[in-house]
């Protein structure tokens, strides 16, 4: 009922930037919420930012004033610009939307994950 289909990972080097993007698809009547987690080797998979509709920006206090979510409404799209990456941020980043559907209220879904290394 909910697609989101990620891009922008890839091989950067420590020091350098990426942009994620994440957009969702399907019987969406609004999106209440759309955020970014990752999960390195070995770990639990944790919130990196997400941005609630009447709720102020969260952030992970590993990625604060390095990383910026921020969100298109009118193409249901939610970026990551990652600056000044670190070997630590290495990991599979996955797109997050809680969605009222035609099918169901607060629906939670999840990218595919995209993977983003940082090479020292």
């Known amino acids: 009922q909910v697609q989101l289909v990620e891009s922008g990972g890839g091989l950067v080097q420590a020091g350098g930037s990426l942009r994620l993007s994440c957009a969702a698809s399907g019987s969406i009547i609004n999106i209440s919420a759309m955020g970014w987690y990752r999960q390195a080797p070995g770990k639990q998979r944790e919130l990196v930012a997400v941005?609630?509709?009447?709720?102020?920006?969260k952030y992970a206090d590993s990625v604060k004033g390095r990383f910026t979510i921020s969100r298109d409404n009118a193409k249901n799209t939610v970026y990551l610009q990652m600056n000044s990456l670190k070997s630590e941020d290495t990991a599979v980043y996955y797109c997050n939307a809680v969605a009222i559907t035609t099918y169901a209220a607060s629906l939670i879904a999840w990218g595919q994950g995209t993977l983003v290394t940082v090479s020292t």
């Open positions: 941005m609630t509709n009447g709720v102020p920006t």
